[in-house]
């Protein structure tokens, strides 16, 4: 079995109701650290969406010189539940989830 660490590097975290430019985030986690980025979807979004579902969609990169082995990486909904979830990480993984609602998703 397997050791996953409970890291999440990011280096891109985008919500997309509708393509736009978004910014970079970038943080250094110490080993056995972990970190947390959050992103809020509001009820106006999810409603202009045209028909569409709001998207959480990111990036993410590990360096593996300053975190040896792997690490894993959960997106968390508005209530707490997980929606989305990649374990064992090396180099870099990416997500594009439907929003389950409105309120602040944190990976």
């Not at 970079?24 to 992103?39: H, I, N, S, T, Y």
């Amino acid at each position: 079995m397997g050791r996953a660490t409970p890291l999440a590097l990011c280096l891109l975290l985008l919500l997309a109701a509708a393509p736009r430019p978004g910014g970079a985030l970038k943080a250094q986690v110490r080993p056995g650290g972990q970190e947390c980025f959050g992103e809020t979807v509001t009820a106006e979004e999810i409603a202009s969406g045209g028909g569409e579902t709001a998207r959480i969609e990111g990036a993410f990169f590990v360096s593996n010189s300053a975190h040896p082995g792997t690490v894993a990486a959960q997106l968390y909904g508005p209530g707490g539940q997980l929606v989305w979830s990649q374990a064992q990480l090396e180099g870099e993984g990416h997500l594009n989830e439907a929003a389950v609602g409105a309120g602040t998703y944190k990976l």
